[in-house]
């Protein structure tokens, strides 16, 4: 809207810088010379690149095929070839386990005697099916538990028999 009221005018050189500063996308283009044509290579020696097309007289990145295969770190020792391959490492076998500490666990189940994995997954504590870790809390729970998850920590398993609940260790 240019004018509020009907009757008002606007002169003509605010209505052209108005109409100047209005953006319209079908009418964009580049700056003069900002595109330019790619350079062609390799087409005889009128064009200024021909012969060796601008890859100069000899090496690597002068021949057909010059790619270099994956890992080649320019003459340098690969780092694949620098990593000991032999000893022992347990990253294949180790189990992973969701953490839930005893703190959240009594935090979150105030009123409630049964812990379970369907429980500590509807509470949020816990999210997939990656098997579920009981540690010990910052102070020792008061309330008896029962909780079934797939492992504890010694420190914890004794914290909730201290305070009259059961740990139980489910399968999977």
């Given at each position: ?7 008002q005018r606007i002169d003509r050189k605010v209505a052209r810088e108005r109409q100047m ?46 790619g270099k295969m994956p890992g080649f770190e320019g003459g340098q020792t690969p780092l ?14 180790r189990k992973n386990y969701q953490i839930v500490s005893l703190s959240d666990i009594e ?66």
């Amino acid at each position: 809207m240019l004018a509020p009221f009907a009757d008002q005018r606007i002169d003509r050189k605010v209505a052209r810088e108005r109409q100047m500063t209005t953006v319209i996308l079908s009418q964009l283009s580049g700056n003069p010379g900002a595109r330019r044509r790619r350079t062609r290579l390799g087409i005889g020696e009128g064009s200024g690149h021909g012969q060796t097309a601008t890859r100069g007289q000899k090496g690597q990145r002068s021949r057909s095929g010059d790619g270099k295969m994956p890992g080649f770190e320019g003459g340098q020792t690969p780092l694949l070839r620098r990593v000991p391959k032999y000893g022992f490492s347990n990253a294949a076998f180790r189990k992973n386990y969701q953490i839930v500490s005893l703190s959240d666990i009594e935090r979150v189940f105030k009123n409630q005697k049964e812990v379970t994995l369907e429980s500590l997954k509807m509470h949020g504590l816990t999210s997939s099916k990656t098997p579920v870790k009981v540690l010990r809390g910052k102070e020792p729970i008061k309330t008896p538990y029962r909780i079934s998850v797939h492992a504890f920590s010694t420190s914890s398993r004794a914290q909730i028999e201290k305070a009259g609940g059961a740990a139980v260790v489910i399968g999977g």
